[in-house]
């Protein structure tokens, strides 16, 4: 399997789906339903593990009401790491992120009330 690493374009989609998808208030399964594509593929790329092909991608851009091109459009200058994609998220006022993120976000949520108060 290709990791990240290898391969930044992964790293580059991993953060923009799980971004995307939670600014749009959707879980995995509801974009799953949206888009066609099985949760486990969805959950494979949002961990950037292995490849995946230009009509999965086309159909959960469609879903998320954006493009392919958006969806590899590069974050940032460094790779982002689990507590960067939390951060933005809750930069865009979002709190709905995978369930394995859950601790993450909430002590992201906490503080970022305490910056706004």
């Known amino acids: ?23 749009v208030g959707l879980s995995q399964e509801d974009l ?6 099985s949760r486990p593929t969805i959950s494979r790329i949002e961990r950037a593990v292995g490849s995946v092909g230009v009509d999965v991608i086309e159909r959960l ?14 974050t940032a200058e460094a790779v982002a790491d689990d507590d960067d994609v939390v951060r933005r998220a809750v930069a865009c006022g979002i709190s709905r992120l995978p369930k394995e993120r859950n601790k993450l976000i909430s002590r992201y949520i906490v503080l970022a009330k305490r910056q706004c108060t």
């Open 1 to 23: 399997m290709i990791q990240s690493e290898e391969a930044p374009a992964l790293q580059e989609l991993r953060v923009n789906l799980i971004v995307g998808r939670a600014r």
């Open 61 to 74: 851009a469609l879903a998320l009401g954006t493009s392919v091109y958006d969806l590899y459009s590069p």
């Open 32 to 37: 799953s339903r949206v888009s066609g594509v």
